[in-house]
C-alpha cells in the first residue's frame, strides 16, 4: 500500500498480548482509507527551445539548458497520481478471523430471527 504522510486511514484489529518470546502485537484486519494527501513532486524545468531538461547551476542560481544556454529560475512542481483509492480494504476470505465480516454482507443488516418461546436455550441433564 502507498501511504503517505497526511492520509487519512482508519484501521480494525485486534492486539495480541507479549509473551516471553514475542513483543506486543497487532493484527490489522481492515484498513479503511478515509482521506488521500495529493502528491507533488518538483523536477528540473524542461527547456522551452529544445525540450530538454535543464541542470541546476548551483544553490538559488536557477536552471540552464546544456544544449542551447536558455535560462529558468524555478523548478517545476507536477501532481503524482495516487495508486490506492478512497475505500474500503480487508484481506481476502480465507485470512478472515472469526469476527470479520465479509466483503458482500459488509453493508447488510441481519434478517430478524423469530424464536419460539417454548424451547428452551440451556437445559441441564
Same mark, same amino acid.
Given at each position: 500500500?502507498?501511504?503517505?504522510?497526511?492520509?487519512?486511514?482508519?484501521?480494525?484489529?485486534?492486539?495480541?498480548?507479549?509473551?516471553?518470546?514475542?513483543?506486543?502485537?497487532?493484527?490489522?484486519?481492515?484498513?479503511?482509507?478515509?482521506?488521500?494527501?495529493?502528491?507533488?513532486?518538483?523536477?528540473?524545468?524542461?527547456?522551452?527551445?529544445?525540450?530538454?531538461?535543464?541542470?541546476?547551476?548551483?544553490? %538559488? #542560481?536557477?536552471? !540552464?539548458?546544456? +544544449?542551447?544556454?536558455?535560462?529558468?529560475? /524555478?523548478?517545476?512542481?507536477?501532481?503524482?497520481?495516487?495508486?490506492?483509492?478512497?475505500?474500503?480494504?480487508?484481506?481476502?476470505?480465507?485470512?478472515?478471523?472469526?469476527?470479520?465480516?465479509?466483503?458482500?454482507?459488509?453493508?447488510?443488516? %441481519? #434478517?430478524?430471527? !423469530?424464536?419460539? +418461546?417454548?424451547?428452551?436455550?440451556?437445559? /441441564?441433564?
Amino acid at each position: 500500500m502507498n501511504l503517505i504522510v497526511g492520509d487519512k486511514i482508519q484501521i480494525g484489529g485486534g492486539v495480541r498480548k507479549a509473551t516471553k518470546t514475542f513483543q506486543r502485537l497487532v493484527n490489522i484486519e481492515f484498513i479503511n482509507v478515509l482521506k488521500l494527501k495529493t502528491k507533488y513532486q518538483s523536477i528540473n524545468p524542461p527547456c522551452k527551445k529544445c525540450k530538454k531538461r535543464m541542470k541546476s547551476k548551483g544553490k %538559488n #542560481q536557477g536552471y !540552464q539548458c546544456i +544544449k542551447c544556454g536558455s535560462k529558468s529560475s /524555478s523548478k517545476k512542481i507536477i501532481k503524482l497520481p495516487r495508486l490506492i483509492s478512497k475505500t474500503l480494504y480487508i484481506p481476502t476470505i480465507s485470512a478472515h478471523r472469526h469476527l470479520t465480516r465479509p466483503k458482500q454482507r459488509l453493508r447488510t443488516i %441481519n #434478517q430478524k430471527n !423469530q424464536f419460539s +418461546k417454548k424451547i428452551q436455550w440451556i437445559t /441441564s441433564f
